[in-house]
Structures are given as C-alpha cells and as structure tokens.
C-alpha cells in the first residue's frame, strides 16, 4: 500500500472550510484513497474515500488531483467538533487490511 | 443497525496475566480486523479474518492470537502481558477484506 504523508497540525476557524492535505505520491492505479478521523480515545470514524473523481457526502468533499499524487480533504463549516486527529489511508481495492499503516495523521483544531 | 460492538470497554491487567477482547461485527459483514493504539500513535494493524480464516497477520509477537466464529463475531487473546501491550484495541468489520467500519474499543491497562 502506498505511504501517505499529512502535516501533524492544523489549525482553522469555526465556520470557515478545513482543507487537510495528503500527498501519496507513490500511489498505484487502483488504490483508493481513504480519509478516517479519530476522535479523542474513540474508535476512529470513515469519512470518505475516492480513487480518481471528486467525491462528495454529508460530512465532507475528497478532492483528488489528475496525476492522484495528492489530495485534499474538505470540511466545509467547521464545527467544534470536527476537532480530531484525521488520517488519509491508500489501499487497494479488494486488498486486505494487512500491512495498513495509518501514520500518525493531522491533529485538526478548530478554534472558536 | 448497530455498528461495531466490543467488550469489555476497559480492563486492568496485571503482568504476565491472559486477556481475551471481544468484538462483533455489523450484521452483514464477514470481516473482522484488529488494531493496536498507542497513546500518541495511528492504530496498527494487528489480524484480519475473513470468513473464518486469518488473511492478514501485522508484526506482533506469538502472544497474540485471535479467531472468528461461524457467527463472525471475533475474539482476541493476548498471553503473558507486558507493560507496553498497554493500548487502545480496535476492532473493524467490513463486507470485504478492505477497511471497514471501527468500533468503540477495549482500553487495556497492564500494571
């Protein structure tokens, strides 16, 4: 599975769009994109995930850049507690869970 | 539909004592994997099993061992405990063998 690299902090203003960035640059053709958040001591929670078009739902939008070396994960009004720790996974798809890394992920702070 | 089900919530374990974590899956699903979360770290991948059978070993030691039963529900059993086995246990099921949906997991304290 590909690695995926994410900044370990961010902060962003209550109401304002979060955008937590990922770069997979050795990402393979057929390896999705997952996103994960991981609220404090909770277990952690999917978001969304993608392989080459944008992809939207009720809780956020996965863009995904044309050469799919990066992406970026938006929340669009973020909320007090969109606060966790957000990890952005490859994987292929039909693989198994075996030799997953989540990495240590993004600590998103959202600030009142 | 309940989610991802596991027990018990916390536990207190002394060194060198057996523990053995429980999960049950969604309805539906024939997928069971476990994690392992340090404090301060991403979860690590520890077993899957897929329809009763081990897919997907992670790299730990012989002390841990788990299986799946007909009803795909899971246990995990962790002999002679240490310190440092010290963790948040997650549990994830999934229809198929990629990543799934998490449960709420078992915090295990080894004094």
């Known amino acids: 599975d590909a690695k995926t690299t994410q900044p370990p902090s961010m902060d962003c203003a209550e109401g304002r769009a979060a955008n937590l960035p990922c770069n997979h640059s050795t990402i393979s053709g057929n390896e999705y994109v997952y996103w994960y958040r991981q609220i404090h001591s909770q277990g952690p929670q999917y978001i969304i995930h993608g392989l080459k078009n944008n992809e939207t739902n009720e809780m956020a939008s996965l863009i995904i850049t044309e050469d799919r070396k990066s992406s970026t994960l938006i929340l669009p009004h973020a909320t007090l507690r969109d606060t966790a720790v957000y990890y952005c996974?490859?994987?292929?798809?039909?693989?198994?869970?075996?030799?997953?890394?989540f990495g240590k992920g993004t600590h998103l702070i959202i600030q009142p | 539909d309940a989610g991802v089900t596991q027990s018990p919530t916390h536990l207190i374990k002394t060194r060198g004592q057996h523990v053995t974590l429980r999960c049950s899956p969604i309805s539906g699903h024939k997928s069971v994997s476990w994690y392992q979360q340090v404090l301060g770290q991403g979860p690590q991948f520890i077993f899957q099993?897929?329809?009763?059978?081990e897919r997907g070993r992670g790299n730990f030691p012989d002390r841990f061992s788990a299986r799946q039963f007909p009803n795909y529900s899971s246990e995990l059993n962790v002999n002679a405990l240490l310190l440092g086995d010290s963790a948040l246990y997650l549990c994830?099921?999934?229809w198929g063998t990629g990543l799934g949906y998490f449960g709420p997991g078992t915090r295990l304290t080894v004094t």
């Open positions: 996974i490859a994987l292929y798809s039909g693989g198994g869970a075996d030799g997953l890394t």
């Open positions: 994830a099921s999934s």
């Open positions: 099993y897929y329809e009763k059978e």
